[in-house]
């Protein structure tokens, strides 16, 4: 499954580091209620450990097989995820529950996403890198045509702790 996802979580949407043993298959349908499908290949989903343990067995979260292009929006530069506004109000509410659920606007997924950015704006990664390893984040820089790292909007983001540790 690593291979077949190119080691992205399917909730988080961006690389789960092999060197953790942390990476997990999430049976979509949980294996209790749904025991028929348990062994379908199609009710897999590969997501980092954390993922799994939030979703457990609860039905309000979206597929990550079945989400449309444009339904989730990353607000740079809080790192914030949020429906795009312009889906009827029944789609907003299953995205806010997603979100809610998975708890994609806390502190961990925040730091997760602050990781790719941090060393693309440094630098250090270059889209193409942000792009295989996160690519949720780089489809939403490329979107709102925030790829240029000398815009205003970055300047908080590099006066930011130069002594993080970047994964490379």
Known sequence: MRTAYSEICAYTCHW??????????????????YPQDAYKWENYRLVCGTMNGRKGKHEDVLDPFTIQEGWFEL?????????????DEDAKSQI???????????????S????????????????????????????ELTRQNLQDINMSIWDAFKQQDDTISYRW
């Not at 790719?116 to 250090?124: A, F, H, T």
């Open 16 to 33: 789960i580091s092999p060197d953790t043993g942390f990476t997990s298959v999430d049976h979509f349908k949980s294996k209790d209620d």
């Open 75 to 87: 607000h740079f530069p809080s790192l914030q995820v949020h429906p795009n506004e312009n889906l």
């Open 96 to 110: 806010w529950a997603t979100i809610h659920r998975l708890d994609l606007n806390g502190a961990t997924c925040v």
């Open 112 to 139: 997760g996403r602050r990781s790719w950015i941090q060393p693309y704006l440094n630098g250090v990664y270059p889209l193409s890198f942000v792009r295989e390893k996160a690519p949720f984040m780089a489809h």
